[in-house]
């Protein structure tokens, strides 16, 4: 059974750094790319970033401007997002994915972790 496990949220102040993590099991976790994305209650998901499978590659939206960003480590079959200067606006659910590099374009990966609240309070 494949589980994506995400962990690290919480209520943090404008300016602080959070860092998230996605503990995967039940699958070849070094064969998959992953991606991270998050949904602010009301609105639609939104991709945030993704990593390729060995770690060497990254891929960003505009909208991040170097304040987020992602590693992995395949000897603990985790990926990390980390976060900086978080705002008011980045309060939402955060979410890992494991697929294929270029699965953000059209958000068809594999699995899905449950998800991981974080409120940044002004």
């Known amino acids: 059974q494949v589980q994506l496990v995400e962990s690290g949220g919480g209520l943090v102040q404008a300016g602080d750094s959070l860092r998230l993590s996605c503990a995967a099991s039940?699958?070849?976790?070094?064969?998959?790319?992953m991606g991270w994305f998050r949904q602010a209650p009301g609105k639609e998901r939104e991709f945030i970033g993704a990593?390729?499978?060995?770690?060497?590659?990254?891929y960003y939206p505009v909208f991040v401007k170097g304040r987020f960003s992602l590693s992995r480590d395949n000897a603990k079959n985790t990926a990390y997002l980390q976060m900086n200067s978080l705002k008011p606006e980045d309060t939402a659910v955060y979410y890992c994915?494991?697929?294929?590099?270029?699965?953000?374009?059209?958000?068809?990966?594999?699995?899905w972790g449950q998800g991981t609240q974080v409120t940044v309070s002004s």
């Open positions: 994915a494991a697929g294929t590099w270029g699965s953000w374009l059209d958000g068809r990966y594999d699995y």
């Open positions: 039940g699958l070849a976790f070094s064969s998959y790319s």
């Open positions: 990593i390729n499978e060995n770690g060497g590659g990254t």
